[in-house]
């Protein structure tokens, strides 16, 4: 089990950037993958990116290139956003994934909002 908390939300202009930040409970070495999804209003709750505790990183072709996951040597996942636009505007949550994708148990932080305006 884990709890996750997020921070680094707000508005920004297009063009700009935010950098998301995690915030875990736990070891994120001891957690077999963490990730950042959104989700828009009335759209439903998409992977952005995410790292496996191997260090392999995958992102959504939405966002890759603009985006960056990393994470420090603890207990911290961020979301670097770069070149941001209207169309990143959503809920970004932090997600923890244990085990493989078969057998997945799933934990979520509260949420941050991440506004771009036009």
């Known amino acids: 089990q884990v709890q996750l908390v997020e921070s680094g939300g707000g508005l920004v202009q297009a063009g700009g950037s935010l950098r998301l930040s995690c915030a875990a409970s736990?070891?994120?070495?001891?957690?077999?993958?963490m990730g950042w999804y959104r989700q828009a209003p009335g759209k439903q709750r998409d992977l952005v990116a995410a790292?496996?505790?191997?260090?392999?990183t995958n992102y959504a072709d939405s966002v890759n290139g603009r985006f960056t996951i990393s994470r420090d040597a603890k207990n911290t996942v961020y979301l670097q956003m770069n070149s941001l636009k209207p169309e990143d505007t959503a809920v970004y949550y932090c997600?923890?994934?244990?085990?493989?994708?078969?057998?997945?148990?799933?934990?979520w932080g509260q949420g941050t909002q991440v506004t771009v305006s036009s």
């Open positions: 790292i496996t505790s191997g260090g392999t």
């Open positions: 736990r070891s994120i070495f001891s957690i077999n993958r």
């Open positions: 997600n923890a994934r244990f085990g493989t994708a078969i057998d997945a148990r799933y934990y």
